[in-house]
């Protein structure tokens, strides 16, 4: 298969992954490599994969060392925002191309303010105008916090990665939040916009009460719960931007915010580790793969097309046999958005922490 299939099904290929190293490097693995041999036209980042990269890595001890007089938020801010830039750089090819559709690449605000609607907005500020790229989007977590402030960001003209969406019901106030932000824009024309929802955490905390549950019925929809929900998160997007309401910001030169799936690694060695990808193939969608993730796809994918929109109806059957077998997904889905806020928030203050004993050493 040619991973340019999932290009041509209407998925742009974003990388979940960026480190100094990836920027630099020649080889197979490098952002370059990846841009230019496996389709690539975008870059994703959050909290978890900067203390990764950050963290024990010999390139950034210098430039660590070097601002010792610095405080480590201001530290972590520059070598963030730095790898980021020049990311920017590497798809500015990409960005031009696609008219500013592709060629993106994310940061995430401070997780520590996810539930702070004007810190959000402020910060997001801020980094917008430190990176000081037009092919950068600001990550805002799709808390109710977050709302108001993904509405204020996108009407300042700002282009924002809405993150850690899990329900239905929590992505059509996405949704309305974004088209809220394009109305109150005076030129939308250069703003854009993907609702980052994530898959794989949902099986995970489904599948373990679908086991302990063992009933037959529960154990016929083992691994079936994430991609329903993405389905049905599809189908939304389609019925909102076929709306008297955005048809009139279209008419203004707005566009669409996409779909993106996100935490499409397959955590269950049982399932295909490429189920997250060729199962979520649409038009106007984007999925951001981990490393390992496009590397399966790359050897072993089957595209088969577009593998959302003849499904709805038994994604809704899927999502009525989770009730019937005592689940329910919206308790699950808040639980995973705690978590999901408490993990990020962790491993940036374990980032934080880390350089401060790297500028000690």
Not at 138 to 165: C, Q, R
Request: negative net charge.
């Amino acid at each position: 298969m040619a991973i340019s299939d999932v290009s041509a099904g209407g998925t742009s290929i974003w990388l979940d992954d960026l480190s100094r190293a990836k920027l630099e490097g020649i080889d197979p693995h490098s952002l370059p490599s990846r841009i230019a041999q496996a389709s690539v036209v975008g870059v994703t980042t959050n909290p978890s994969i900067f203390n990764a990269a950050i963290t024990g890595a010999t390139e950034y001890a210098a430039d660590i060392a070097s601002m010792k007089d610095l405080s480590a938020d201001e530290v972590v801010q520059k070598l963030t925002t730095d790898d980021v830039r020049k990311a920017c750089e590497l798809l500015k090819e990409t960005y031009t191309r696609t008219r500013g559709i592709d060629g993106r690449v994310s940061i995430e605000v401070d997780p520590r303010l996810a539930h702070d609607t004007q810190g959000t907005i402020e910060q997001g500020l801020a980094l917008w105008k430190i990176v000081d790229r037009p092919n950068l989007m600001i990550k805002v977590p799709a808390t109710l916090e977050g709302l108001p402030a993904i509405t204020a960001l996108i009407a300042a003209g700002i282009s924002v990665n809405v993150t850690l969406i899990f329900s239905i019901k929590r992505y059509a106030a996405v949704i309305d939040a974004f088209i809220s932000g394009i109305e109150e824009s005076p030129n939308p024309t250069h703003v854009h916009s993907v609702a980052s929802f994530f898959i794989s955490r949902i099986d995970s905390a489904i599948d373990a009460l679908l086991t302990k549950n063992g009933s037959i019925q529960a154990i016929e929809l083992l691994g079936k719960a994430a991609i329903a929900n993405a389905h049905l998160a599809y189908q939304l997007f389609e019925e909102k931007f076929a709306s008297p309401r955005w048809t009139k910001q279209q008419e203004r030169g707005a566009h669409k915010q996409r779909p993106l799936w996100a935490s499409t690694g397959v955590k269950n060695p049982d399932y295909d580790d490429t189920r997250y990808v060729v199962e979520l193939i649409a038009p106007d969608t984007v999925n951001t793969m981990p490393q390992s993730t496009l590397d399966a796809v790359i050897d072993h994918g089957i595209v088969r097309g577009n593998t959302i929109t003849a499904h709805y109806p038994a994604a809704i059957e899927v999502l009525k046999d989770l009730t019937s077998v005592g689940i329910s997904l919206d308790a699950i889905t808040t639980e995973l958005e705690i978590d999901g806020v408490k993990k990020f928030a962790q491993a940036w203050s374990e980032l934080l922490n880390n350089v401060k004993v790297a500028q000690q050493g």
